[in-house]
């Protein structure tokens, strides 16, 4: 079984600061078919990153992706005050199809 | 834009069933993957099901194999999850997700929860 492990688990930091979010994967994603999401309290999850680094519709360009193999980031160039929320991490594989999440990361306002 | 309305969820004894049901709009429901994702209350989130364009390929997560099913009416535009011989730790709020381009879920329905208790 594939497994996403993020960190920090929780990240306290302030708004203007930059954001650095890891996620490492057991074995690497087919294609770097990587993606992260923000959820807010009570709300779904949104799409910010697909394919390790591309920005989804609509995402603030202050969000950015890298990463391949089997380590990934998550880079918040400054923080906003809506930026605060958990961020997760999530992978898909081929043959047979598998999609995997991380943990999560709370990004809270220091 | 893209809306994804489930429903169908409330609470239900152990070994009990429910039907949801997702309602899609402002895309070619027809030419897309959708996906089944739940999060138990205060969890992470956690990929159930899939399902491809015309319903002949369909991927369920080890959890809830042989229990739930997936389905969907391309002329309704709606998405469904069959859900049987549920259990408490079934418990959790149930996303529908339509599929992105590269494994990535695209777009989310606010959830419907499901509760599963004595």
């Known amino acids: 079984e594939i497994v996403l492990t993020q960190s920090p688990g929780t990240l306290s930091l302030s708004p203007g600061e930059r954001a650095t979010l890891s996620c490492r994967a057991s074995e690497s994603p087919t294609s770097s078919y990587l993606a992260w999401y923000q959820q807010k309290p009570g709300q779904a999850p949104r799409l910010l990153i697909y394919?390790?680094?591309s920005r989804a519709t609509g995402i603030p360009d202050r969000f950015s992706g890298s990463g391949s193999g089997t380590d990934f980031t998550l880079t918040i160039s400054r923080l906003e005050p809506e930026d605060f929320a958990v961020y997760y991490c999530?992978?898909?594989?081929?043959?047979?199809?598998?999609?995997?999440f991380g943990q999560g990361t709370n990004l809270e306002i220091k | 834009e893209v809306q994804l309305v489930e429903s169908g969820g409330g609470l239900v004894q152990p070994g009990g069933s429910l039907r949801l049901s997702c309602a899609a709009s402002g895309f070619t429901f027809s030419s897309s993957w959708m996906h089944w994702v739940r999060q138990a209350p205060g969890k992470g989130l956690v990929w159930v099901s899939c399902?491809?364009?015309?319903?002949?390929?369909?991927n369920y997560a080890d959890s809830v194999k042989g229990r739930f099913t997936i389905s969907r009416d391309n002329a309704k535009n709606t998405l469904y999850l069959q859900m049987n011989s549920l259990r408490v730790d079934d418990t959790a709020v149930y996303y529908c997700?339509?599929?992105?381009?590269?494994?990535?879920?695209?777009?989310w329905g606010q959830g419907t929860l499901v509760a599963v208790s004595s």
């Open positions: 997700v339509s599929d992105g381009s590269h494994g990535e879920f695209d777009s």
């Open positions: 999530q992978q898909y594989n081929w043959s047979p199809p598998r999609y995997t």
């Open positions: 399902i491809n364009t015309d319903g002949s390929t369909i």
């Open positions: 394919g390790a680094s």
